[in-house]
């Protein structure tokens, strides 16, 4: 199957900083979703970008699909913006509804 | 409207008991999904409805049984549980079958003593 690696596994920030998350993945894809857990469990849908660049206000993300990896860009963080962030795809070679979630970001934003 | 709607947000529950979860959506999406997660664990997907036929069983054991009974609506029913069966119980939707986007319920979190 296919294998995801999102890194880094924790990251701690100031409010007001910016930071990248980065997920890798090891074979193509036909979807690639980023999601925000929040401390209730909530799976927050952030992006789906199985290729190229979104911005969603402060948020934003790229997917290079033939270099096989997705960044997630955080610009003036938040406290809000603390969680679980995961990457998920949908492996080109398996089940089509299969989405393979790497073992996310654990991102805390102090005030 | 993007909403996946779960009951009960919190369920607790005996070994001998026979509980039921229960998922709705009102996007006209045509496949529905269970996914289970363990404390600082990703999603782990259970079950796959689409157009209301069972398309993906997990391996999961029969002590979770799915029932969709239209296309909104997506139970789980539990029996006979074990304590390791305790966790966040995560319902989603998509579109279609493929190249669809998941949206996710809020889940709900279940306590076997």
């Known amino acids: 199957g296919i294998q995801v690696e999102q890194s880094p596994p924790d990251l701690i920030l100031q409010e007001g900083a910016n930071s990248t998350l980065r997920c890798n993945f090891s074979?193509?894809?036909?979807?690639l979703q980023w999601f925000h857990q929040n401390p209730w469990g909530q799976l927050i849908n952030l992006f789906y970008?199985?290729?190229g660049t979104k911005q969603n206000g402060r948020l934003s993300a790229t997917t290079v699909a033939t270099e096989r990896y997705s960044l997630l860009y955080i610009s003036s963080s938040q406290t809000t913006d603390s969680g679980v962030y995961f990457c998920a795809v949908e492996y080109s070679g398996g089940s089509n509804y299969k989405l393979t979630f790497g073992k996310g970001t654990l991102l805390t934003v102090n005030p | 409207d993007t909403e996946v709607t779960q009951t009960p947000k919190h369920l607790v529950m005996g070994m001998t008991n026979k509980k039921s979860l229960k998922c709705e959506q009102h996007m006209g999406h045509r496949a529905m999904y269970w996914y289970k997660q363990k404390a600082k664990k990703p999603p782990e997907l259970m079950f796959v409805y689409s157009y209301e036929k069972l398309s993906i069983n997990e391996s999961v054991p029969s002590r979770f049984s799915p029932e969709c009974p239209n296309s909104s609506l997506l139970n789980l029913h539990l029996h006979a549980l074990q304590p390791e069966d305790s966790a966040l119980y995560l319902c989603?939707?998509?579109?279609?079958?493929?190249?669809?986007?998941?949206?996710f319920g809020p889940g709900t979190r279940l306590t076997v003593l």
């Open positions: 989603a939707s998509t579109q279609g079958v493929a190249y669809n986007e998941q949206f």
């Open positions: 074979d193509s894809v036909n979807n």
């Open positions: 970008i199985p290729s």
